[in-house]
């Protein structure tokens, strides 16, 4: 019995302990345990975690989905034992449900359906209260149809919550900061598309622009200043969704603060290639400073995410980069091919030889030490 074996038995046996039935999962850890074996692999890496659960080819993809899931478990689980043990990334196989559109009666089927409920026919006396008891049922069951054909979610709603599950799952964020971000959102696409269909494609600069003026008229400074943030933020996710081709993000005006007036917020396109042209490649240090300036302008990391990224963050084969973000949670961004060829020239020359898994040193590094 292999290692890996062994350790799934032991983390269905603890789950189990735990109350949990794990009916299918333990079938299936049985099953990667098999897989791994034929690829005489030791320890869970993504690309196998991927590869086994994209199996059988003609499943629904929900299929795939739920495989990844319970070993995305066992994965964290197995990683505590070995380091080695690549986690998958949440997101790597999403997925919507697809489930059959109600049909929502209108008023005037309503009311014929009703008429007709106590004109229904019977044939002994005891059936004679079968019409009323229709009727009744009917109007019962008519009353939240009514409502929620009233309430029915706009396509600005609709894209808004979409944008609320990815700040949850993709980016971990508070749920006050959830809230407070999708209000702004949900304003902002039914100021731009109203009861209609959401083109985030159609957007312009002047639309972002002209609704941060008329609210930031209304708002208190740091109101305002939220807004701004929640626009850049969803600006950049209909952006990395292939929604919009233009960088709306960078049109969104900035909230005058007088008391750190001197202080910019952020810099623009042509600064950002200015500083990248005034990095001497030549030298080690350049040429992990334009890989790190890449990585903050490309991708939009945090200083502390570009901080702790290591090696095993980097998956050369797919083209992405792991990030881990605010309470541990880990996001696969595409690696682009510019910022991937800075980040290999920095380690084929420039990065100092130690033991650290850190991908960014500094110049004078001791060995061990990130």
Not at 58 to 63: K, L, R
Not at 133 to 148: D, Q
Not at 193 to 208: I, K, T
Not at 245 to 263: G, Q
Request: with cysteine; net charge positive.
């Amino acid at each position: 019995m292999t290692k890996l074996r062994q350790a799934g038995e032991e983390y269905v046996r603890l789950r189990r302990n735990l109350g949990f039935k794990l009916h299918e999962a333990s079938k299936g850890l049985l099953d990667f345990a098999r897989f791994m074996e034929q690829h005489r692999a030791s320890y869970i890496t993504q690309a196998l975690a991927l590869a086994w659960a994209q199996q059988p080819l003609h499943v629904q993809p929900a299929h795939w989905a739920q495989r990844l899931s319970f070993l995305r478990g066992f994965a964290q689980y197995r990683s505590a034992t070995d380091p080695r043990t690549q986690i998958p990334a949440k997101g790597l196989l999403p997925f919507r449900p697809k489930r059959a559109q109600p049909y929502l009666y209108s008023h005037a089927e309503i009311k014929s359906l009703l008429s007709a409920a106590l004109k229904m026919p019977y044939r002994y006396e005891r059936g004679k209260l079968r019409p009323r008891v229709y009727h009744c049922l009917f109007g019962l069951l008519s009353v939240p149809a009514e409502k929620n054909a009233a309430l029915r979610p706009t396509a600005a709603e609709g894209c808004a919550r979409e944008y609320a599950q990815y700040l949850r799952d993709a980016r971990a964020l508070a749920r006050a900061t959830i809230v407070n971000y999708v209000s702004f959102i949900r304003g902002f696409l039914t100021d731009s598309f109203a009861a209609g269909p959401v083109r985030l494609a159609r957007l312009s600069a002047s639309d972002v622009v002209r609704f941060v003026q008329q609210q930031a008229l209304q708002l208190h400074l740091k109101r305002a200043k939220l807004l701004t943030t929640a626009l850049r933020s969803f600006l950049r996710y209909a952006r990395y969704r292939g929604e919009v081709a233009l960088d709306l993000a960078a049109a969104v005006p900035i909230v005058a603060n007088w008391s750190i007036s001197s202080i910019p917020r952020a810099i623009g396109a042509s600064q950002v290639r200015q500083l990248l042209a005034s990095i001497d490649r030549h030298t080690a240090i350049g040429r992990r400073d334009y890989a790190i300036v890449l990585l903050l302008a490309r991708l939009g990391l945090r200083s502390g995410e570009v901080a702790f990224l290591k090696l095993d963050d980097l998956d050369w084969n797919v083209g992405q980069v792991s990030v881990r973000g605010k309470r541990d949670q880990r996001t696969a961004l595409p690696l682009p091919a510019d910022v991937g060829a800075a980040i290999a020239a920095y380690l084929r020359d420039g990065r100092p030889r130690c033991t650290s898994r850190r991908v960014f040193l500094r110049n004078a590094a001791a060995s061990g030490v990130g």
